[in-house]
């Protein structure tokens, strides 16, 4: 369980399993999980605050609150609620 | 390329706007920054996903359906631009941004703006840590991803969202940890006559809602007041005052939290558009007629962006502004589906009114919470950063409001341009100025109106 957002699936677990890049490392995901979801699973966190260094793992979930900003190679920032995982997509966090 | 109509968001009301221009031969060009047609409220989870409608909507589902249903017949007869955002709009121009990075231009000659909304939220002490989201946040990770925001979730607020989620989140076997509605329960048995009258099947979910909750034994408290969200790394208890003023402590995971939405209008500014402040729903909200038509020229509004009244009025507000644009154009107009549809929005307008002075937003407990807590979740600036800053700047802020502390604060220029923190700022701000939210000012809007990367562009991309 990760320290952070202790975020659970509850249900439509039974879906293909993808392989991204997440600072680097190996992440693993559901197809049609958003980068915010599968950040979030592993880690609890999708991005460091600039300001006060707390975590932030999204806020609004509908890309309106801009709070889970990562950058997506090859697309630049992206807001990770808004982007669907795909198979070896490389994401970086703040 | 001109685009005869163009239409912004592809939720309920953009979906039947849609429909009746195609019905009456326009092709239509709807922009919706969603992945597929249904909005938040109707979103649908990705593709890989197999879910039922039943599961996704629960008591909506037929309504659901019904809108994906209707889009799905229309797509071909319209030119859809999924994952686009609009991102300014100048004269009959519009500037947008694709998949976060093919930007456009369109033009068209008659617009119908309907974006939705967003939750209306109150900061607390801790609700910038990880586990705390949106009542509208939860949800959609529930609806669309599958996933719960905690194993012991606390649900915040007031207002119809509340009630529904902890409905939804209870089906989906989700442990909650309690419900805390800053409305109490005699105000809503004093109006449950009225809401009955304004709409009794709607009205009859509510009350379905909170009779399997109280069942299912899930701590209900009503009246209270939120205290703060303790914990380190993500919320451990949250701290109310109940409707009888004791300290309780609720041990949670995870907290979500809203009091009703506020309308997405910053398109229908920057197009020029006049607002008011609507007294009954705190917002400010773009001046428009019933039919969606406002004082600039072409320019419509319909659905939750315009003033917010919920999926069913958006449907209607949708096909209604999509009837102004045809008499705007010259083309025929059905006068007696007109009249039903005016009809229905008045009796929905009735029934929202009982609603909203049912679920007000919580002024008084916003004015009581501690100076230290953070108002700007973008950029961390204190309730006492903006109560500081304006009372140091006064006199060189005259006239002191929201735009002027916008400015010298920052509290609302931060990446969610105020989307988060921008109505409580304004009522802090009144609060500090002893005057009325309205004197206190409305928050402008400027492009983009969410932010897109800077790339070089060169001017022939422009034009």
Known sequence: MPKYMNLTRVSGSQRPRLDFELDGARCGALEGDTVLTAAVMRDGYVRRSEFDQGMRAGFCWMGACQDCWVTIEGRGRQRACATVVEQGMRVKRS | MTAAVAIIGAGPAGVRAAEVLVRAGVRPRVFDEGLAAGGRIYQRPPGAFKRSAKE??????????????????????????????????????????????????????????????????????????PGVTTLGGAQIALKTQGVAIGEKVALVGSGPLLWLLAHQYVQAGAPLAALVDTTSFAAKARASAAMMAGDAATTLKGVYYTATLRLKRIPIHEGAVPVAIRGEERPRELLIKDGKGRDVTIACDAVALGWGLKPETRLADIAGVPFDYDEVQQNWIPVREMSG???????????????????????????????????????????????????????????????????????????????????????????????????????????????????????????????????????????????????????RAQPPVKPVPLVPVTTEALT
């Open chain 2, 56 to 129: 996704l909507y629960g008591l909506e589902a037929a309504k659901a359906e019904r809108v994906h249903n209707i889009f799905a017949k229309l797509e071909k007869y319209l030119d859809y631009r999924p994952q686009t955002l609009v991102w300014d709009i100048a004269g009959k121009t519009l500037f947008t941004l694709t998949g976060g990075t093919a930007y456009g231009t369109e033009t068209f000659e008659q617009i119908i703006i309907a974006p939705g909304a967003v939750d209306r939220v109150m900061p607390l002490p801790g609700w910038t840590l």
């Open chain 2, 293 to 443: 038509k406002t004082a600039v020229q072409g320019v419509y509004l319909a659905g939750d962006g315009a003033r917010i009244g919920g999926a069913d009025m958006a449907e209607l507000a949708g096909a209604r502004a999509a009837w102004a644009v045809l008499g705007e154009r010259g083309a025929f107009v059905d006068e007696d589906e007109v009249n039903r549809l005016e009809r229905a929005l008045k009796k929905e307008a009735a029934y929202r009114d009982v609603l909203d002075k049912l679920f007000p937003f919580p002024s008084e407990i916003l004015a009581g919470l501690p100076e230290e807590t953070v108002l700007c979740r973008c950029e961390g600036v204190s309730i006492a950063g903006l109560k500081r800053t304006c009372a140091a700047d006064a006199v060189a802020m005259t006239p002191l409001e929201v735009n002027r502390a916008k400015a010298f604060t920052r509290v609302g220029m931060g990446r969610c341009q105020g989307r988060m923190c921008g109505h409580t700022a304004s009522e802090i701000l009144a609060r500090e100025l002893k005057c009325g939210v309205r004197e206190a000012g409305r928050l």
